[in-house]
């Protein structure tokens, strides 16, 4: 008996620590994560119902904050800058979740079948040398959401590798190689080196500005993406609509 009284006495104390749990966040939202550059991007979640959740962003130290619902869903949006970075982005319930190394930049859903699966690794073209090159390509990052199916749009995914993969080396091997190599280009001809600096959005809109082969053409097929509203379900994509210089950035599902 003397022994089960301190083990109980463990047992109860450790009760309230587990009412203490960490604001819960989607998949998407982890270390190393890309935002879309000046727009307002909606973040949301799961918390203790009623409890008041802040989102402090560090490239401006301002704080946002909102109240979980009587089901425990919080969301809200935060205002992004021109592209930079690396950022931290804090969420707290009263037990801070900090999210690191993130940057602020433009974001493409790369969405398709066997063609967007294909690897870099499944043998492109100078694979080893695109290996090798790889790590001077850091700040190209890839979310990879698993494939699943859903009657209806979904608040959160399943995703690889525990979230967010900065480009290098090591992990370049793994990424869509269309993905990647559309990434390159980007970076290349919008971006440069690209931390810091804006982009004409005009020139993302014309297919013809980045690929000069693909003329008109290009251009219907860009506006037509860009209009596209994204989900979490297979085989829905595009990239995110722009309403104006701030648009909402990806829905929460």
């Given at each position: 008996?003397?022994?089960?009284?301190?083990?109980?006495?463990?047992?109860?104390?450790?009760?309230?620590?587990?009412?203490?749990?960490?604001?819960?966040?989607?998949?998407?939202?982890?270390?190393?994560?890309?935002?879309?550059?000046?727009?307002?991007?909606?973040?949301?979640?799961?918390?203790?119902?009623?409890?008041?959740?802040?989102?402090?962003?560090?490239w401006?130290g301002?704080?946002?904050?909102?109240?979980?619902?009587?089901?425990?869903?919080?969301t809200?949006?935060?205002?992004?800058?021109?592209a930079?970075?690396?950022?931290?982005?804090?969420?707290?319930?009263?037990?801070?979740?900090?999210?690191?190394?993130?940057?602020?930049?433009?974001?493409?859903?790369?969405?398709?079948?066997?063609?967007?699966?294909?690897?870099?690794?499944?043998?492109?073209?100078?694979?080893?040398r695109?290996?090798?090159?790889?790590?001077?390509?850091?700040?190209?990052?890839?979310?990879?959401?698993?494939?699943?199916?859903?009657?209806?749009?979904?608040?959160?995914a399943?995703?690889?590798?525990?979230?967010?993969?900065?480009?290098?080396?090591?992990?370049?091997?793994?990424?869509?190689?269309?993905?990647?190599?559309?990434?390159?280009?980007?970076?290349?001809?919008?971006?440069?080196?690209?931390?810091?600096?804006?982009?004409?959005?005009?020139?993302?809109?014309?297919?013809?500005?980045?690929?000069?082969?693909?003329?008109?053409?290009?251009?219907?097929?860009?506006?037509?993406?860009?209009?596209?509203?994204?989900?979490?379900?297979?085989g829905?994509?595009g990239?995110a609509?722009?309403?104006?210089?701030?648009?909402?950035?990806?829905?929460e599902?």
């Amino acid at each position: 008996m003397r022994i089960c009284k301190p083990i109980f006495l463990l047992l109860a104390g450790l009760l309230p620590l587990r009412l203490l749990a960490d604001v819960k966040l989607p998949a998407i939202f982890t270390d190393n994560m890309v935002l879309q550059q000046r727009s307002d991007v909606k973040f949301w979640g799961e918390a203790a119902p009623g409890r008041t959740v802040r989102i402090t962003t560090s490239w401006n130290g301002r704080s946002y904050e909102t109240a979980a619902d009587a089901s425990g869903r919080w969301t809200t949006a935060v205002e992004t800058p021109s592209a930079g970075g690396p950022y931290t982005v804090t969420i707290s319930d009263g037990r801070p979740v900090e999210l690191k190394n993130v940057l602020v930049g433009e974001v493409w859903i790369c969405s398709g079948q066997s063609n967007m699966e294909m690897r870099v690794a499944d043998r492109v073209t100078n694979m080893e040398r695109e290996l090798k090159e790889a790590d001077g390509y850091r700040n190209i990052r890839l979310l990879h959401i698993d494939n699943s199916t859903s009657p209806a749009p979904l608040a959160d995914a399943k995703v690889r590798h525990g979230g967010w993969q900065v480009c290098s080396a090591e992990n370049v091997a793994d990424f869509s190689a269309t993905g990647y190599f559309f990434g390159k280009e980007l970076h290349r001809n919008l971006l440069g080196r690209y931390a810091g600096r804006g982009v004409d959005q005009r020139r993302c809109a014309r297919g013809h500005s980045l690929f000069p082969q693909a003329g008109r053409e290009g251009e219907d097929a860009a506006r037509i993406d860009r209009g596209a509203q994204p989900d979490l379900r297979r085989g829905h994509g595009g990239v995110a609509r722009r309403d104006g210089p701030r648009g909402p950035g990806l829905r929460e599902g």
